[in-house]
């Protein structure tokens, strides 16, 4: 257990739909990452959350979106799901925004059908 | 923009032999952190190794360690004494260390499948 939980750990839902992923960072842990591996681009990098403000953004699409909580967890919401968008989906979190390391999930896998 | 790249798609390697996963990759900045994470199948990603730019000494943990040639923009991992459990994906990454993209963001290869032969 790397400390980092992501729910839910599977998510199959049809096209056009909304799901919201969660992620729970390490305890101590003010930074959350957020990245998208598909089969096709690789390990992408969405977004970056640090202590409830947004620090960086990647190539996230507008129909994606996300947040990070007073409690310091954060969700990542994705809207008007396409097939192209089955992937599985890590959350990392570390102490500071520019730490040496971090931690990641166990991600979560969605397939959309 | 900063790129990585994994050239070999897959390697295999026999048990307790030697093996050498290539990275190269291209930046204008002087200052930056070069990363190893490994993916066995159960997906979660594990860091191995890492190297800091400014460091000219290579990053060594137990069998695993990195030759760095930062003139080259090179980043090969060695894993020596391979086991069974080496068996996964390996991606190398660079994160900025200096100004504006100094974030923390990790940008990856498209990764090496490493297959470990008994």
């Known amino acids: 257990d790397s400390g980092v939980t992501q729910t839910p750990k599977h998510l199959i839902t049809a096209t056009g739909q909304r799901v919201t992923l969660r992620c729970s960072p390490r305890?101590?842990?003010?930074?959350v990452y957020w990245y998208q591996q598909s089969l096709d681009q690789g390990l992408q990098f969405l977004i970056q959350?640090?202590?409830?403000?947004?620090?960086a953004k990647g190539n996230i699409l507008e129909r994606f979106s996300a947040q990070q909580f007073p409690d310091l967890h954060s969700e990542l919401n994705l809207s008007s799901l396409e097939l192209g968008d089955s992937a599985l989906y890590f959350c990392?979190?570390?102490?500071?925004?520019?730490?040496?390391?971090?931690?990641f999930g166990s991600g979560t896998r969605l397939t959309v059908v | 923009a900063q790129t990585v790249t994994q050239s070999q798609p897959e390697m295999s390697v026999q048990e307790a032999e030697t093996v050498t996963l290539s990275c190269t990759y291209d930046?204008?900045?002087?200052?930056?952190?070069l990363f190893w994470y490994k993916q066995p199948p159960s997906r979660q990603m594990i860091l191995v190794i890492r190297q800091e730019a400014y460091k000219q000494q290579n990053a060594t943990e137990n069998r695993f360690s990195v030759n760095f040639q930062k003139a080259a923009k090179s980043f090969s991992l060695k894993i020596s004494d391979s086991q069974l459990g080496d068996a996964a994906m390996y991606f190398c990454?660079?994160?900025?260390?200096?100004?504006?993209?100094?974030?923390?963001?990790?940008?990856f290869g498209q990764g090496t499948t490493l297959q470990v032969k008994p």
């Open positions: 990392a979190s570390s102490v500071a925004a520019t730490t040496y390391g971090y931690t």
């Open positions: 959350y640090y202590n409830g403000e947004e620090r």
């Open positions: 990454a660079y994160r900025s260390a200096s100004g504006s993209g100094n974030t923390g963001k990790l940008i």
């Open positions: 305890s101590g842990d003010l930074s």
């Open positions: 930046t204008s900045e002087s200052d930056y952190y």
